[in-house]
């Protein structure tokens, strides 16, 4: 009996280091992002650098803006030029990623006084040259026109942008192209839909770069030969390529009605037993039944390729609908969170699996059954204490009732739910963005026509903390 009640203590002694070592409790409070007093920025995506420095571009007044911070007061900003103006010169849909250099990478897509769009680059260093960093688009692509898709992400000592080529015929997807923005000469296609006699339409698209700098590319599209469109899955690396640099490592994983093209595909990375990196791709199918599906395979060269329909509990077999997917992958475990509907719940919630293998049913996070659930991202956090050295699944959501009440939250994958955010006002927008490096954890969001900014703080770095 005392065996069992000192095992018992020590339970409870190890789950509460545990979650003493998971988000914290606090969250910087809430600040504006502005460039210039009373300006409004949109489209803001944020990414945080390895001393916590958190980088955001945004847009405001159609220009691309850049404002770096610690808690929300800005340390520098900066504002690109465009030689034109009025309402077809325009800069939009930005992207960044920074490097452990503490290099910011941005791209963004830009009219210049047309209808033809370009895909922009530039690199930000993290101490300003003399004379400053550009200020003007730098082409992805020199000679060739985009139908309006870029993405950007790093790793380490490594960034990639891929975006695309525009078929001028029929203004659909001619090449889907990458480029290495740490060395800009290692460029190539990620999939080459003219050579094929076809052109394409990206409904959604993930990417990431494993442990050994390679860029893996999942998406899913619909294509057209000369029959009717039909929907593909494909996975994609440049862990081989050819003598061009195209990637030769691609995995046409399925084709089909079944593939829900309204569902975002999801990538991440996770170890097996034997510590070898898998690369894997979750993805929706299914018409009146929604259903998970995770594809993987050796992250460097593809080998075992293997598919995982999620298990869900009964009550999803008759009606599932889902909207929203992420996976995340700390060492060999996968964690899932999706956000959708079954047939015993009248509004769709957030789900999280500690465990996308497990036959273990999900766990609603989700504060509330009345209102609607948007903007599902996860990112690891390392854990603060070193003594419980750990990595959590951070896990962001946003919960409106498309009236007045908007709600934004974190959940550490283990036992805590944050309300980090609460704000009411009659427009509402599905905008928001997290990113992590590390013990620290920042997040900008849309609500209210203002973009808003936080970021993880012990109570000792805060003059207020929020709860």
């Not at 503490?102 to 993290?126: H, N």
């Not at 390679?214 to 862990?239: C, I, K, M, Q, W």
């Not at 909207?323 to 509907?341: A, K, M, P, R, W």
Request: with cysteine; proline share 4%; charged share 20%.
């Amino acid at each position: 009996m005392l065996r069992k009640h000192c095992n018992r203590w020590l339970l409870i002694v190890v789950l509460a280091l545990m979650l003493g070592a998971c988000i914290p409790y606090s969250f910087s409070p809430p600040k504006e992002v502005h460039i210039d007093p009373g300006d409004s920025v949109s489209q803001a995506q944020v990414a945080v650098d390895t001393e916590g420095v958190s980088h955001i571009v945004g847009v405001v007044d159609d220009r691309i803006v850049y404002y770096r911070t610690r808690y929300g007061e800005p340390i520098i900003t900066a504002t690109f030029t465009m030689s034109g103006s009025g309402t077809d010169w325009k800069q939009y849909s930005p992207g960044i990623a920074v490097t452990d250099s503490r290099t910011a990478y941005l791209v963004w897509i830009e009219q210049r006084g047309g209808p033809e769009k370009f895909a922009c680059w530039q690199k930000l260093t993290y101490f300003p040259p003399i004379g400053g960093w550009p200020s003007s688009c730098t082409r992805l692509d020199l000679y060739n026109q985009t139908t309006g898709n870029v993405w950007v992400t790093a790793r380490g000592d490594k960034a990639y942008a891929v975006y695309d080529r525009m078929d001028l015929g029929t203004g659909r997807i001619s090449e889907l192209m990458y480029k290495e923005l740490t060395n800009p000469s290692i460029t190539g296609h990620v999939n080459w839909y003219t050579e094929y006699f076809e052109t394409g339409f990206i409904y959604s698209l993930d990417l990431g770069i494993d442990s050994q700098g390679y860029l893996h590319v999942g998406f899913l599209d619909d294509y057209e030969d000369g029959n009717p469109f039909a929907t593909r899955l494909f996975l994609n690396s440049n862990a081989s390529v050819d003598a061009d640099g195209n990637m030769s490592q691609q995995w046409f994983i399925t084709i089909g009605i079944t593939l829900d093209e309204s569902i975002p595909v999801s990538l991440s990375f996770f170890n097996d037993t034997s510590d070898v990196e898998y690369v894997v791709l979750a993805d929706g199918q299914g018409s009146t039944v929604d259903t998970i599906y995770l594809d993987y395979c050796v992250a460097v060269g593809c080998a075992n390729q293997q598919y995982h329909r999620v298990d869900l509990p009964s009550s999803w077999d008759t009606y599932s609908a889902i909207s929203d997917i992420e996976i995340l992958g700390i060492d060999q475990t996968l964690h899932l969170s999706f956000i959708g509907l079954d047939s015993t719940t009248i509004k769709k919630q957030v789900y999280y699996m500690n465990d996308a293998f497990s036959s273990d049913p999900p766990i609603d996070i989700s504060q509330t059954e009345d209102t609607q659930k948007l903007t599902l991202e996860m990112t690891p956090v390392v854990g603060r204490d070193p003594d419980l050295p750990g990595i959590f699944p951070a896990t962001a959501w946003m919960e409106t009732d498309f009236a007045s009440k908007n709600n934004y939250f974190v959940f550490d994958g283990l036992f805590k739910k944050i309300k980090v955010f609460d704000k009411y006002c009659d427009s509402v927008s599905s905008i928001g963005n997290i990113s992590s490096n590390g013990i620290y954890l920042s997040g900008a969001w849309l609500d209210c026509e203002e973009t808003w900014f936080t970021t993880q703080a012990w109570t000792n770095q805060l003059p207020l903390i929020m709860k």
